[in-house]
Nanobody, 128 residues
């Protein structure tokens, strides 16, 4: 079972930036895609970024495209989410998740149901 630990959340003013990190545990890290999700109170988690197992393909929904960047470091077994130009509506709990599809490619990383292993989440608060 993949263990995922997020860090880097905090409070930032609108227009500011944060970088979230996710430390994974399994030696199979390089074989899977990963994603970042966020969750508003009382709502389902929504996918905000996905990265393929090779790191060559990424996915972003329209509301974060151009502001968020996902990356991975296979040597360190880490996933990052760089968030720029933050808005108050980005305030949420952010979760790292591993895709369950081996060699997760473009289609797999866009499919929210494929993400099965989750971290505990990190709070991001953007003040106006």
């Amino acid at each position: 079972q993949e263990q995922l630990v997020e860090s880097g959340g905090g409070v930032v003013q609108a227009g500011g930036s944060l970088r979230l990190s996710c430390q994974a545990s399994e030696h199979t890290f390089a074989n899977y895609g990963f994603g970042w999700f966020r969750q508003y109170p009382g709502k389902d988690r929504e996918l905000v970024a996905g990265i393929s197992w090779t790191g060559s393909v990424t996915y972003y929904p329209d509301d974060v495209k151009g502001r968020f960047t996902i990356s991975r470091d296979n040597d360190e077994k880490k996933i990052y989410l760089r968030m720029n130009s933050l808005k108050p509506e980005d305030t949420a709990v952010y979760y790292c998740a591993r895709n369950s599809v081996l060699n997760s490619g473009a289609r797999a990383i866009r499919t929210t149901d494929n993400y099965k292993s989750w971290g505990q989440g990190t709070q991001v608060t953007v003040s106006a």
